[in-house]
């Protein structure tokens, strides 16, 4: 045998062929995103991790504002700042009013373009992902989708952008070797909301849009707000109960209606529930559905699939109940309750109506 046959191949380092063009790059920035006046809060949290980032890359965090010319949009840059930015790069105009793909996208790849960030971060909704695939695909730099995990390998200053694939069975690190910025996007509540700092400031650095409205294609003509808004709010409850399969039929669903109504809780459900039409598909957790941080999320008749799990494993407290004790979520919840849920849950239900009606009867005592 000879030599080269018996060497085993090795794990080459990677090699870094970042284009000489991006080489001065430097920032992390965090786009923000708002309707109304009113900012969506994944772009807090983005900020929040943007701080950690920039402080590993040892740059400024920027936050990026654009919108219309309303005095709303120019106080957007001062929250950022409490919410860690270092400077604020702020673009206002008529034209930016509403969004719309293609003014957005040139603002924001004009931005890019002059002041060249390392890094730049979206919230992973309807238009984040709009607006993140047209900005890359206008500036040629890579994009990674929906990451559950961010962080810096500071050896060669990449971003490193993890998130589930194969159908959620791997978790995969992505790196953009050659071109800047690293783009990525992140689903609302994956990422904790910073601490909220009132005595930061920030810089505000201006500057202009430079499109007419009539060079814009997509014009709008009005704005009717969703008539499904008061559908469930699951990415943002504090307290969630959730159905799978185990519950064995749909009628079984309203024990944790009930369950939910005593706690002020949101109902969320496995994805084999929501298929076999159990409960609305809009209340689906994990991988394609919400991703949740509540303080409390008490799973009745889920096994714990690692599709599930990603959605919600980072809430405060788990509870199982699920007849088999060996399931796979047994191995992830803080408390796990051993039986059949159709008797357990009208008992919790009982037990926690008891004890929030003497909480409220007792002054001064806590729920
Ligand atoms: P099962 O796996 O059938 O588990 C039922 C559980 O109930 C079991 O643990 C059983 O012991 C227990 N049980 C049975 N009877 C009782 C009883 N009387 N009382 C108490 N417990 C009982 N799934 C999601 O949830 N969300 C997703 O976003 C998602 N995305 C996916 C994406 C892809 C690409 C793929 C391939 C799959 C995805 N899935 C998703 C599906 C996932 O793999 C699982 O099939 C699904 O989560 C299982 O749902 P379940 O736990 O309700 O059902």
Redesign the pocket.
Known sequence: MSDTDTKKPTLKKRKTALGERYLNNRGVWVFVEHEHGRVHPVSWELLGKGRQLADKLETELAAVVIGGTGAEIRAICDEAAQFGADLSYLMQDEVLLHYRSQPYTKGLSDLVEKFRPEVLLLGATTLGRDLAGAAATTLMTGLTADCTGLDIDTSDRSLLSTRPTF??TLMATIVNVATRPQMATVRPRVFPLPERDSSRTGRIVEQPLGLAEDEVITKVIDFIPDARSDQPQLAFADFIVA??????RPENFQMLFELARVLGAEVG?????TQANWVDHDR??????KTVRPKLYIA?????????RV?MDSSDVIVA????EK???MDFSNYALV????E?VPALTEAFRKRIAAARATPGAQE
């Open positions: 159908g959620g159905g799978g399969r185990g519950l064995g459900a496995s994805r084999a529930a689906q957790v994990g991988q394609t559905g009745a008749g889920i096994s714990g699939a690692i599709q599930h959605g109940i699920n007849t088999d399931a796979t979520i039986g059949n849920a159709a357990l």
